[in-house]
């Protein structure tokens, strides 16, 4: 780890300097989300979505991520549980809906740079308005065994993709 | 984040699904698939996964079954301790920050 990851940049996506449609990490979905819909999810408050940059070559999109705030309800919580958890019967939380890296700067330690840079702001966020999980949207197995590795568990046990995986936000405080 | 991605269209085909639809919709789906070298049975899987990733990704608001709600209120009662990797990951980019100063 070291200097090259700590110059990156990280800003909100401006259509005016970041060339979104040159974006390609291998993944049609997330490309198209970058070129057609984040600037518009960002306009009306849907999603934030930041752009990891060289300073050097601003305009290039090393990496994207958003973030929204979303509700997760809990339901039928035993006696036992709601006496620790009283207001957790909607859980608010902060979701890293996708995460992505361009294919040519793959393997080099960007989407771990990524996560920790959106697991920061997660935690600013909660400390703002408060949230007590963080949810990431892995898109496939090599995805969810990225979170998995840091220890994001799965909501459902099956083996359905996109799968939610969720941490609470005070492990990510403890790690700091 | 990892690249890529088993296509659909790669993996196994153990699953079926049987659609009808009209005969003009499926003219013009074959002639994109064409248009795209694709068959169309991959064109349709292909288009129709990037829908459903885009359906359910980044949704607002989730509802946890009751046993899902219980392994999420334990995690939050108590959240242990991180592992090495979120410690590494957490502390990595800080150390690093600290010896360039």
Redesign the interface.
Known sequence: MGTELDSLQLALLDGRIHRREAFDCGEPTLNRYLKEHAGQDHKRNAATPYVLVDPDRPEEVVGYFTLSMIGVALEDLSADAKKYVPKYSNVPAVLIGRLAVAAEHQGRGYGGELLRRALGRCLDASRVAAAALVIVDALNADAAAFYGKYGFEPITSDDAYPKRLYMPLRLVAKAQ | ??????KPAQAKKDGRVDIRLPIETKKVIQSAARAKGMNTSDFIIAAAY?AA??T???????????E??????????D?????E???R?????????K??R
């Open positions: 984040m990892p690249s890529v991605i088993e990037d990733q885009e359910l990704v980044g949704r607002e608001i989730m509802r946890l079954d009751a899902q709600s219980r392994r999420v209120a334990a995690r939050l009662i959240p242990g301790e991180p592992n990797a979120l410690k990951l957490m502390r990595g980019g800080a150390r690093a920050r010896r360039a």
